[in-house]
């Protein structure tokens, strides 16, 4: 009678629990909320693709009744990885053009090799590889940089990741328009197709100050705020560019953009490695959002971005791997996250710059900052996008733990991730993809290295 008399209470309780999708457990929730609340013995539930609440394992169980569950009783609960600068189909390039400066490694190898490859479905299965690897490594949104940007958003959209979409203009022919004028078209039409996109954020993504004219550099501003997109660009990238922009226009790249008016409205200015402290005030006044690329600044031999200075000036500053075809070598955000912390630390002599709870910051919802999109991601919020990711506690280099964000950016490594979800779908789970084929994505990928290397005459 008594266990009848359980079991009813049980039933009453189920009866009035408010119905979810979903109720992932852990060991730690890391919310990145404005508090930077850590919950131990966490959960968070899910419904339509939104975060409903997190809180205590033992409260959440009792307010919510779940379809579906995920228990991970040794492992951290955080938000998904937020990657605000990437050439995702250029993964296909991966490591043709190694060891070189940034304008000889753009004119004689990879300008050359995209006019001989890219074309609609290079870009689909380069994008395939990209997306494949950054979910495995726990990034939910990345912000990308291309030609037949509508093909990448197909392919972004097909392994269910969020993605900032930009089309690239550029001032000389390439594979999907022969003119800055034809680019800008092209883009109008993607913007129109992917604007009211639950995954896809379309974007205008004039290349550079030195690849475009002050013509081309105005008529991007001017389509992307016509349609109230971001604009994504490169930025004082290195100290020959910086040069180059004082020669020609008697005043750094980031003065002579501000004079045209590209940042009047929202934009993504990507490296910013070569900044005064005019350029830095002049960016947070504009309300700009820096993408830093730690692993590809440092391989190009292209400087060290004065991010601790940027966030002293109340920039936004996010954290990108840029191309993996020389300037990084793969997309995994956690080496970023950890790089960038250490090139702080030993550029100002000074351990006690960029802590890793503020380099983590920059992954999640600064990066989301950034993009514009602080509202929506960057955080476990009720309300929220449900972009989460589960890490795993119970490797070797996990254990023992003393502080929760010292683990996660100095120890923990992408292949710790166990878990992705985007928009409330489950796209990987126990390191198993769940939205792309791996071995096919991995064969074709092969397939294309072939062709590749054939047409440099490898």
């Not at 290349?207 to 490169?234: C, I, K, M």
């Not at 003393?402 to 390191?431: H, P």
């Amino acid at each position: 009678m008594f266990r009848l008399f359980v079991s009813f209470l049980l039933a009453l309780a189920a009866a009035w629990a408010e119905p979810v999708d979903w109720i992932w457990t852990a060991r730690y929730v890391v919310t990145m909320d404005a508090a930077r609340h850590v919950i131990e013995n966490g959960a968070v539930a899910i419904r339509g693709g939104r975060i409903v609440a997190a809180g205590p394992r033992a409260l959440i169980e009792k307010r919510y009744q779940a379809r579906q569950r995920l228990d991970r009783p040794e492992a951290i609960i955080a938000p998904g990885l937020i990657n605000t600068h990437a050439h995702a189909p250029m993964s296909l390039f991966r490591g043709i053009a190694d060891d070189l400066r940034l304008q000889d490694w753009l004119e004689k190898y990879i300008f050359p090799a995209e006019a001989r490859n890219v074309t609609p479905d290079f870009v689909r299965w380069g994008t395939r590889l990209a997306v494949l690897e950054m979910m495995l490594s726990g990034t939910t949104t990345y912000t990308d940089m291309y030609y037949f940007e509508d093909v990448v958003a197909e392919a972004t959209k097909e392994a269910g990741m969020r993605g900032v979409l930009g089309e690239t203009i550029i001032n000389f022919p390439v594979p999907d328009a022969k003119t800055p004028a034809e680019a800008l078209a092209f883009t109008a039409h993607f913007i129109q197709k992917f604007q009211k996109d639950e995954l896809i954020v379309p974007a205008v993504a004039p290349h550079a100050l030195d690849t475009n004219t002050e013509q081309t550099l105005r008529a991007s501003r001017a389509l992307a705020n016509r349609f109230g997109v971001p604009l994504l660009t490169h930025l004082a990238e290195t100290s020959a560019l910086r040069d180059a922009s004082i020669t020609k226009y008697k005043e750094s790249p980031v003065q002579a953009l501000d004079g045209w008016g590209i940042f009047q409205g929202r934009t993504v200015a990507a490296h910013c490695v070569w900044l005064d402290e005019s350029d830095m005030k002049t960016l947070a006044a504009r309300g700009v959002g820096v993408a830093h690329c730690p692993s590809s600044n440092t391989k190009l031999a292209s400087g060290v971005a004065p991010v601790a200075a940027m966030l002293a000036h109340g920039i936004a500053v996010g954290l990108g791997t840029d191309g993996p075809a020389g300037g990084n070598s793969d997309f995994d955000l956690m080496e970023e996250i950890d790089l960038a912390a250490k090139l702080q630390k030993v550029t100002a002599a000074d351990p006690r710059v960029l802590p890793a709870e503020k380099a983590l910051e920059m992954a999640t919802i600064m990066g989301a900052k950034v993009l514009g999109m602080e509202k929506e991601i960057g955080s476990i919020e009720s309300g929220k996008r449900a972009d989460l990711i589960t890490i795993r506690l119970d490797q070797p280099n996990a254990v023992p733990l003393y502080n929760l964000y010292s683990e996660i950016v100095y120890a923990l490594k992408g292949c710790d991730v166990r878990d992705t979800m985007v928009n409330g779908r489950l796209t990987v789970r126990d390191r198993r993809p769940l939205t792309l084929d791996e071995r096919l994505v991995l064969a074709k990928a092969a397939e294309y290295g072939i062709r590749v290397r054939k047409s440099l005459g490898n």
